[in-house]
């Protein structure tokens, strides 16, 4: 009977003032979902919803965290979801360096 080998791979949580990254040590084969589990790394972070938020590996994101196995060394990240729409986000702020133009522009 052979020995199952074992890899390290990491999970990584932030917000904006808090970060975590777990170590675990697992049988190869793991997924992305099972690290996350295993890593236990929702009991810190309430936030962490495992069924639904998007995960990555080092970056990029992966389809199905259920069925992507994990490699030696591998990161997997779990994604918060955006607060607001990045296009919404550049409007606002092309609106603002806008207004701050005109009222620079009304000062002289």
Known sequence: ???????TVEVAFALPDKQAIVVVK????????EAVIQSAIAE????IDIENDKMGVFGKAIRDP???VLKAGD??????????????SRVQRAEKAKQEKAAAKATK
């Open 1 to 7: 009977m052979a020995q199952d080998k074992l890899i």
């Open 26 to 33: 697992a049988e190869e084969g793991i997924t992305a979902y």
């Open 44 to 47: 810190q972070f309430v936030q």
């Open 66 to 68: 259920k069925k992507e």
């Open 75 to 88: 990161r997997v990240e779990i994604y918060r979801p955006l607060q607001i729409d990045p296009k919404a």
